[in-house]
């Protein structure tokens, strides 16, 4: 059984191009959970998806973000004209539907620069 | 809203000493409650979870955790620290019967010196 796979796992960008982010969970899992993580930063919640479902999406920048998880394929993290403050490492993860007592596990990230 | 807290930004241990790392967290109903390893340019992996039952929680690579309900801690412990225990550590905390996101802390930066 794989684990998470996420791609690409470095993406470099120029300012004002877009970004695509996609995150395939283990297999079963019905639940994908984004992250965005800053150097020398903890993990900052952004989206919470289930397949063609968000179910929260407070942690999403208001423009330029966007999340989808469609019925077939991957997961895609989307950003639009990409600015420096961007740059990240990106960190998807995906559960069972079981109201949550199983733990997320953790692709192994997209680290994203933009020049 | 859940959160977490992490007081602690970086945590020094003498290798063979003992550690902790501190976590505290917030939930409206009942937590479940997580902790995450993180090594240089890789993804978090688990370390171990309280769903319920005994507050003393074993986990991998030795580390255990205590859950305490009027304390609202979750502090991540080992008896005797190794080197590659170095790491950045991530507290977690998801409320309990809700389909909720889970919330992480801000890491604690753990070094553990020879």
């Known amino acids: 059984n794989a684990g998470v796979m996420q791609n690409p796992r470095h993406l470099v960008r120029r300012r004002g191009q877009e970004a695509r982010l996609r995150c395939s969970p283990m297999k079963g899992h019905s639940h994908v959970y984004w992250y965005r993580q800053l150097p020398e930063e903890g993990l900052k919640f952004m989206v919470y998806l289930q397949k063609e479902n968000i179910i929260d999406e407070s942690g999403m920048p208001k423009e330029r973000f966007s999340a989808e998880f469609p019925k077939e394929g991957p997961s895609i993290l989307r950003i639009q004209q990409v600015v420096r403050g961007d740059s990240a490492a990106y960190f998807c993860a995906s559960s069972p539907r079981d109201r949550g007592f199983t733990e997320a596990f953790f692709g192994q990230g997209t680290r994203l620069t933009v020049v | 809203a859940q959160s977490v807290a992490q007081p602690e930004d970086q945590v020094n241990v003498a290798e063979g000493n003992p550690l902790t790392v501190k976590c505290t967290y917030s939930?409206?109903?009942?937590?479940?409650l997580f902790w995450y390893v993180q090594y240089p340019n890789r993804g978090l992996q688990f370390l171990l979870k309280y769903i319920t039952g005994d507050n003393l929680v074993k986990g991998s690579y030795g580390f255990e955790a205590e859950f305490n309900k009027s304390q609202t801690s979750f502090h991540l412990k080992k008896p005797s620290a190794l080197v590659s225990d170095s790491a950045l550590y991530f507290c977690?905390?998801?409320?309990?019967?809700?389909?909720?996101?889970?919330?992480f802390g801000k890491g604690t930066r753990l070094h553990i010196l020879p």
């Open positions: 939930v409206s109903g009942n937590p479940y």
């Open positions: 977690a905390v998801r409320d309990k019967g809700r389909d909720d996101k889970i919330i």
